[in-house]
Each structure stands twice: as C-alpha cells, then as structure tokens.
C-alpha cells in the first residue's frame, strides 16, 4: 500500500492499528461476543451528527450501550418481567440512581425500617444534604404506613423480604396505598432475584437488583439493574443514568452473562440448602427464633406463600438473650465451613453476627446470626455450626 506521498505506512505502527484483515461474518457460538468500548466509529460526520444514545436503535459512546451492555439489559428486564433496563456498577448505585432522578429538594422518601442498611445511610447522610427528608416505616404495618404518606411524598422503597431480620410484607398492600396517592414503587429484589417471585405483577414501578448477588453467583464482581415497564420512567432513570456517567466494565458484563443460564438451578439449590438449614436451627435450644419466610413461624410467613414458591438461601437466628455478643461472636470465630463475609449467593457460605439493639433499637433481645448458603454439602454445613455452638 502506498500513502499520498508514495510512502509505504509503518508496518509496525500505523499497519497494526489499521490492519486490512476482517474474519468472516456469521460466526456462531454459545457465549455471545463481548464488545469493548469507549469510543465508537462512525462510518461518516453525518451518522455521528445523526447519534441518538436514547433509544436502542444504534451506538454512540461506552456509557451508553455496547452490544454486549444491550444484551444483558434485555436478559435482566426478561428476568424481571419489566420491559426495560439500565446496568450500573452496584446494587447501592442503582439505589441512588433511582433516588437522585426521581427526588429533588423538598420531596420526602420512605424507607422500611428494615431497609437495606447502606440504602438508609445514603438517606441520611447524602438525601439529606440535598434537601431530600426520608421517614422509616414499619413494612408490617400497612395501615401505619399510607398514613405516612403526606404531600411530598414522591416515593416508596420496598423490600420483600427485609434485609437481616427476614419480614416478608404484604407487598400489594403497600403498593395499594402508593398507588392511591400517586407515589412511585420501587422494590429492592435482590432477595428474590426475578425468581422467588414477579414484582411488577405486585404492581410496584421500579425493581431494582443487585447482580452481585445471585445473577452473578461468583462473590466476584458488583453490579446493579434498574428495570421498569413505563417507558417515560425508564427515559427519565437513563437521562440520569446519562448524566451521572455509572457504566458497566464488559469484562464484568461478560461475567453475569456466563451465569445467568444457572441462576435458576443456582438458587433453588441454596434454597433447598437454607430452608434444611433453618429447620435444624429451629430444632436447636439454644436460639429463640429463626428468622426465613418460608418457615411458618417467622414474621410475614404469609404474605410470602401469597406470593413466593421459592426463597433465598439466606436466614438469622436469634440465639437466647442468655448468650451475650462474645459468646455469640465465639460462635462464628467457631464455624470452619462457613466463612465470615458481607454479601450472599456465592458458592461459599458465609456467616455474620448482628445486634438488633444497634440495627434496630431493640434492647434486650437476643444476638443475630445471618446464614447465607453457598454450595457445600448440607450436611457438612450442619455439622459445622453444631461443632461450632461448643464455643457457645
Ligand atoms: C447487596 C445488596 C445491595 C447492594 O448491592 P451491592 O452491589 O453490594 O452494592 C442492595 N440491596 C440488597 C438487599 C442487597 O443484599
């Protein structure tokens, strides 16, 4: 090849950048490809003038959609059962994210007092900053929170069920009173995963999910969705979701798409662990409750067979006052199989003590243990926190 000047190019530089080979189209494979990008090429000024980030119709720049980010959106809003969806880099970043395009200041959010703890942290601390009141109410209590609802009211977090103590609440008795007051719904459904059950049948507008968890299922990478079925409420969330600049990595994209096959096997297989679990736990005197939604004893139990088949593998025990945060902390150091960790869904089980005086504001009652399952033997998990409950 010869440049203008009857010059031949670099080989070594600007012929390996510009390199003349294209492999054939119609490459056919399991996996779908994994596109990277920041910059994308337009093929003239006129396509790149014509660019349109807003619909899915074609691709300007990384943060706003690769074939591989399009991909996944559509698998998660099939998941959902929503009609659209945005990926951003957390479960916690698609919180905000729905806060801070939904809210402004002077508007007030409601939170269950349950609620996801960094998720009230960010109300308190950051909402708050800007203007933005939040109010805490009892998720059991319908009645008790449409009377919360007041004029500035612009929307409702709910969870089903509640992040560590495991209430489940009567989701469409709480999306009823938003809806009679106009308040927009959105659900944090991490716990059920599109799985347990389908939330925008619950009738709430928004479902948010953390993929760290169970789309995931590898405890190695953090990401978030945000889905909806209004197509005006998802074009508010992607402006911005636009504005903020909270993309997704490929690599990281690549991974969820690779377990999303199992995520059904996956979490009826922890399901099926933690419900076993639970009720060893709940033949054992030294706790005083086990806290799971599909065990009859445990709060909402219910509103969770309204809705739910299925649940997360993911329970607390309330061990007897009797014991205090030394001992119950003993307990845990105890534990061989189960490791000590945040999070859930990943192939290691994992344990951590809480203190529902602190969480709560409950004195006097007994210490928390929250059991996520990974994908050990049962029965090697069990005879785990039976050794374990000697350090009692
Ligand atoms: C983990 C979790 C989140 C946040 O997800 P990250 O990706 O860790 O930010 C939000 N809500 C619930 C219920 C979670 O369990």
């Not at 619909?55 to 991909?71: A, C």
């Not at 709910?158 to 009173?177: K, N, Q, R």
Request: net charge negative; aromatic share 8%; with cysteine.
């Amino acid at each position: 090849m010869s440049g203008p000047d009857d010059r031949d190019e670099d080989r070594l530089t600007t012929g390996l950048i510009h390199h003349p080979y294209e492999p054939p189209a119609g490459f056919g494979a399991v996996a779908p490809g994994v596109f990277k990008a920041s910059t994308v090429i337009f093929k003239d000024v006129a396509a790149l003038r014509a660019r349109n980030w807003r619909e899915k119709t074609g691709y300007t720049y990384g943060l706003h959609g690769t074939p591989t980010t399009f991909t996944l959106e559509e698998r998660i809003a099939t998941l959902e059962g929503g009609v659209q969806t945005l990926l951003v880099p957390s479960g916690l970043a698609g919180i905000a994210l729905v806060n801070l395009s939904l809210l402004k200041s002077g508007d007030e959010v409601l939170l269950p007092s349950n609620a996801y703890w960094p998720s009230a942290e960010l109300a308190r601390q950051e909402l708050a900053r800007w203007g933005i009141a939040h109010r805490v109410y009892d998720p059991m209590d319908v009645a008790a929170f449409a009377a919360q609802i007041g004029p500035r009211t612009r929307l409702a977090w709910v969870e089903a069920a509640g992040s560590i103590t495991m209430e489940f609440p009567d989701l469409a008795g709480l999306v009823g009173a938003c809806r009679a007051r106009g308040v927009t719904v959105a659900l944090d459904n991490t716990w059920g995963a599109g799985i347990a059950f389908a939330p925008f049948e619950q009738g709430v507008d928004i479902s948010m999910q953390a993929l760290t968890k169970y789309p995931s299922g590898g405890a190695d990478l953090l990401m978030g969705s945000v889905t909806t079925r209004d197509e005006a409420l998802h074009q508010q969330l992607k402006a911005t979701h636009m504005r903020l600049g909270v993309g997704v990595g490929a690599n990281d994209v690549e991974f969820v798409l690779r377990s999303l096959p199992t995520l059904a096997l996956r979490y009826a297989a922890q399901d099926a662990a933690g419900r076993h679990l639970a009720a060893w736990w709940q033949g054992r005197r030294e706790v005083v409750q086990v806290f799971h939604p599909a065990l009859e004893a445990s709060p909402g139990h219910a509103h969770w067979a309204d809705c739910c088949s299925a649940a997360a593998g993911l329970f607390s025990v309330e061990f007897d006052p009797r014991y205090g945060q030394a001992q119950v902390d003993a307990f845990v150091d105890a534990l061989r199989r189960f490791r000590i960790g945040h999070s859930w869904a990943g192939p290691v089980s994992l344990a951590a003590p809480y203190d529902l005086a602190t969480l709560r504001g409950q004195a006097g009652r007994g210490k928390l243990v929250r059991f996520s399952l990974g994908f050990e033997n049962v029965d090697d998990l069990i005879a785990d926190c039976e050794q374990a409950l000697g350090a009692l």
